[in-house]
């Protein structure tokens, strides 16, 4: 008999049948901010949780990384490992709760021309004049990128009408204001952003760093693993599974089922999904049975979800200035001798994580084709482009290594954040439709939906990620109390 039951199970496995585990309160797909915070609060109040992450870690698209002397985030969150606001942030009270200390992210900017003197000064005054306008809106919404021009035109046509004259110059300023507002957007390029976001910023400072202790340390808070913490006794967390479909009883009889890709199948009441709205757009068709309503598959369709990108490079000792942040502007005859990706190379900073790495930073068509180039051409070419511009008066070592993001080319992520498209502004229910619950035909929640694009005013942020897994945390716990 037991030898029976033993070929019976070894003949399961060669078949890759779907073994079914215990049964769970919650299912929670995804660990990034939204998917930790919603299981942590759910396990917090006693819920038996089982957290499933495609990845072989926890974080997301927030992800920390031993480099150079320290650490650096390689997270999409915009800025070196920010937290964008105080006020009422879920991350900044972490910190503070833990008594950890914070450090206000500081800058010394300046400007280099590639023939390696020192640029415009006057760029740095009409980048401010570009990132304040950010914080205006017109009347009728436009593509973002053409507002602040409009808006910059009639600044200079006042105060410095000259520049307008040189169009090689203003040509390079606007390739320059692209990417430092796409750095803030999230967006893919400036015109493809909308000129009316909805988004909210928070109140106090918004340049705060975790420096050398990293953001991985709010997952640690999080899970309650902080200074070797014991975690959750309720929580399951489980690494490197892959969530192929989420089957759930739209007639209210059965369980929530999730499937993963290496055949096992977990049940319970309900399942939150923090997938981030570029995995929606590409798997929600095979993801969910039943499909999702009309109306959700409009709005992840509508939606768009940019790529920022990050290129790391360490040195053996530094080189650079204190808190630098150094703006490129290209000359019209390098730009002819050098790749479409390197002439996207313009802005370089240094991370607060590590005392001798450098960070330049990219998005949209660039940040897509940096992830596809080998480490060796990487690393020497742009390399290339910090000598051009900064080593005609000083010598600049060779890099130790380099590290680079591959946001748009991981399946698990297909992005970096969301932002407000300028559709968006006819169909201001958007976020919300993207998180509005499943519910089956007695109006129980089944398949609830969090993650930074469900949030209506923070999204594209940790914090915003963070209430969204707390919002559908406590949907869950209030349904239950009624």
Same mark, same amino acid.
């Given at each position: ?144 990128g053409k507002y ?123 399942v939150i999904v ?112 910090v000598r051009m ?45 993207? &998180? %509005? =619950? ?7 929640? +089944?398949? #609830?939906? *969090? ?12 914090? &915003? %990620? =963070? ?7 406590? +949907?869950? #716990?209030? *349904?239950?109390?009624?």
């Open positions: 008999m037991v030898a029976g039951l033993v070929l019976l199970c070894l003949l399961c496995l060669q078949a890759n049948c779907h073994v079914v585990n215990q049964k769970y309160d919650t299912i929670i797909v995804g660990l990034g901010s939204a998917g930790t915070t919603a299981a942590s609060t759910l396990a917090k109040a006693g819920k038996r949780v089982l957290a499933l992450e495609a990845q072989d870690r926890v974080g997301g698209r927030v992800h920390t990384v031993q480099f150079g002397d320290g650490v650096v985030e390689l997270g999409a969150e915009c800025g070196v490992c920010r937290i964008h606001g105080t006020d009422t942030s879920p991350v900044y009270e972490a910190a503070v709760r833990n008594n950890i200390p914070l450090l206000k992210q500081e800058y010394d900017e300046s400007v280099y021309k590639s023939d390696g003197t020192l640029g415009d000064s006057v760029i740095l005054e009409m980048i401010y004049f570009c990132l304040q306008t950010m914080n205006t809106s017109p009347e009728e919404p436009e593509p973002l602040i021009t409009r808006k910059l035109t009639a600044y200079l046509e006042e105060k410095y009408p000259n520049i307008l004259n040189d169009t090689e110059f203003m040509k390079e300023f606007l390739e320059i204001a692209d990417i430092v507002v796409d750095g803030y957007e999230g967006s893919n390029n400036w015109n493809d952003a909308s000129s009316n976001s909805k988004y909210v910023p928070l109140g106090g400072s918004q340049d705060m760093s975790w420096h050398r202790h990293g953001y991985k340390t709010f997952f640690d808070i999080l899970l309650n693993k902080y200074k070797n913490g014991p975690g959750w006794s309720t929580l399951d967390v489980k690494l490197n599974k892959e969530v192929k479909l989420i089957k759930w009883p739209r007639d209210s009889s059965g369980d929530v089922e999730v499937t993963c890709a290496d055949g096992s199948v977990f049940t319970a009441d309900n923090t997938v981030s709205l570029g995995v929606l757009k590409e798997r929600y068709q095979e993801l969910f049975s039943p499909p999702l309503p009309e109306e959700k598959i409009r709005v992840i369709n509508m939606m768009t979800i940019g790529v920022i990108g990050k290129v790391i490079l360490s040195f053996d000792e530094k080189w650079w200035a204190e808190k630098p942040v150094y703006v490129f502007q290209w000359l019209k005859s390098d730009k002819e001798r050098y790749d479409k990706w390197q002439v996207g190379l313009k802005s370089l900073t240094a991370p607060m994580g590590s005392n001798n790495a450098m960070t330049f930073w990219t998005a949209g068509d660039t940040a897509k084709t940096i992830e596809t180039l080998p480490d060796d051409i990487l690393k020497a070419k742009s390399m290339e482009v511009f900064m080593g005609k008066n000083m010598t600049i070592p060779e890099p130790t290594g380099v590290i680079r993001t591959t946001w748009f080319s991981n399946p698990f992520t297909r992005g970096c954040y969301s932002y407000d498209n300028p559709l968006m502004a006819k169909h201001p229910s958007a976020r919300a439709d993207l &998180g %509005a =619950s499943l519910t089956d035909s007695k109006g129980v929640l +089944r398949v #609830l939906f *969090a993650g930074e694009a469900t949030h209506p005013t923070q999204y594209s942020t940790v914090h &915003g %990620a =963070s209430n969204s897994g707390y919002r559908e945390a406590t +949907r869950l #716990l209030s *349904a239950e109390n009624k």
